[in-house]
Each structure stands twice: as C-alpha cells, then as structure tokens.
C-alpha cells in the first residue's frame, strides 16, 4: 500500500477542498478494500450521491470517505443534517472512512468505522446560516467520534503503519453481529461497549454497575439496569468481545 498521493492528479485545480477531494479519492480507489471481505478494488459511485462515495461489488457494502490534514479529531465536520439523518436511519446507510493526511501529503491515518456503530446522538446539528450567507438557512452537521466504542474503530493505516488485512477484516466482521439487533437493542449493546471501553483490560460486573446512573438516563423507560447490563455482557461476552473469567470478573479481548 502506497501511503502517498499522486499529487499529479491535482494539476489542474486551485481551490484547497478539490484539490484534497481528487487526491483522496483517487489514493482510495487505488489502495483500499472493502474491510468486510478484502475484494479490491472499490468501485466508485456517481458524482453527488446524497452520502455515499465508494461501494464494494463484490458484497455491497457502501462507504462515505471523510479527509482531514493532520490528526483526527473528536469532531468530523459533514454536510447536510437533515440528509445525513435521513441516511443513517435507512437500511442503506454507509459505514464511513476517515483519513488523515500530512502537510507533505501522505495518509497518516485511514479508519473505517462499520455503519451499525452509528446512532442518531453521534449526529450534531450545526446552527443554520445567516440570512446573508449564500446558502441562508443551510443546516450542516459534526459526527461525534467520541460516542463510537473502541471496537467500532477499525484501521486499515495507523500512524503511517498499514494494518494486516487478514486483521482488518476480522476485526470488522466480529462486531457485525449488532446489525442483527433491533435500533433499541443496538443503543444498548453501544452504550455497554463505551462504558466497557472506560475500565481496565481486566474488570468486574460491579465496575460496570457503576455505570448505571448514565445508562438509566439513556435508557428511560428501562426499570432494571443491572439485569440489562448482565444482558449486553452476556452478547458481548458470546460475540467474543470480551472474556468470562470468574463470577463477575471479565477481560476484554479487542
């Protein structure tokens, strides 16, 4: 995998945004692979699919490529909030890749994260234009990493070292068990998976327990919280995702 971009494909632009656009695009076609069952390469959608930008033949998964210079944030700017809801509420919606690149433009970075991690909170909704703004009333949104567990994080490049691809797609397919669940049974196996990123490799039922007040705010409706927490354990701990070691002791395994 060549981590550099073919900064000749660019020649003819001037505007920053396109001139990153062509050069990401073009770096993904060439070098990546769909995560779910390494086919490559990924094809391309037409220009101004509402979210989608790449597709895999092969199985048909769709992605929707995301750029940035330098780190990745906790905040990813996006287009349009009504849109980008619309999407990741339908049956259709992309799992997103997210690359970061340095001043000399090469890919320090390159991540997907698989669709089932996304939930409607994770969208942010800006503040609409100004009434002077040439799109006046324009509602744009962030997508929060911060609310996607770390097991929904799957990299291809991290800090310019490629990732196998035998261990991409393992990692990827290990959580896909949650598109299985309905969106109420999903929120609360996602919101498990990020307090059980919060604890030490090694833990206990109890220290999960004391994430019970934040759960129950999410989950209002919900009157038992510690058998709901035994519950998601239980999934997470059959899909592999963390061990069983003794009566209310666990280990995470990813």
């Not at 505007?15 to 779910?36: F, H, M, T």
């Not at 940035?68 to 009504?82: Q, T, V």
């Not at 609360?188 to 604890?199: A, E, F, G, H, P």
């Amino acid at each position: 995998m060549d981590l550099n971009f073919n900064q000749t494909l660019a020649a003819n632009y001037r505007s920053p945004s396109q001139i990153i656009r062509v050069l990401s695009e073009a770096w993904v076609k060439d070098n990546g692979y769909c995560p779910n069952c390494s086919a490559q390469p990924l094809a391309e959608f037409a220009n101004n699919q509402p979210v989608a930008d790449f597709y895999c033949a092969n199985c048909t998964e769709q992605f929707e490529l995301k750029s940035k210079k330098a780190k990745l944030s906790n905040m990813i700017n996006d287009g349009a909030y009504d849109t980008m809801m619309q999407r990741i509420n339908s049956e259709d919606n992309p799992s997103f890749f997210f690359l970061t690149y340095s001043k000399e433009l090469s890919v320090n970075n390159f991540l997907i994260i698989p669709k089932h991690f996304f939930k409607s909170d994770m969208i942010i909704k800006r503040k609409p234009l100004s009434p002077i703004a040439k799109r006046a009333g324009w509602i744009s949104c962030n997508i929060d990493l911060r609310k996607v567990p770390e097991s929904g994080k799957v990299f291809l490049v991290k800090n310019q070292q490629v990732i196998s691809r035998d261990t991409v797609t393992q990692k990827f397919q290990q959580t896909l068990f949650l598109r299985e669940l309905s969106v109420q049974s999903r929120g609360w196996t996602l919101d498990v998976m990020q307090c059980v990123d919060k604890l030490p490799e090694r833990f206990t039922l109890a220290q999960v327990y004391s994430f019970s007040d934040i759960l129950q705010a999410l989950h209002m409706n919900n009157n038992n919280v510690h058998a709901k927490i035994r519950q998601q354990l239980q999934i997470l701990r059959d899909k592999g995702i963390i061990e069983f070691l003794s009566r209310g002791h666990y280990r995470k395994t990813i």
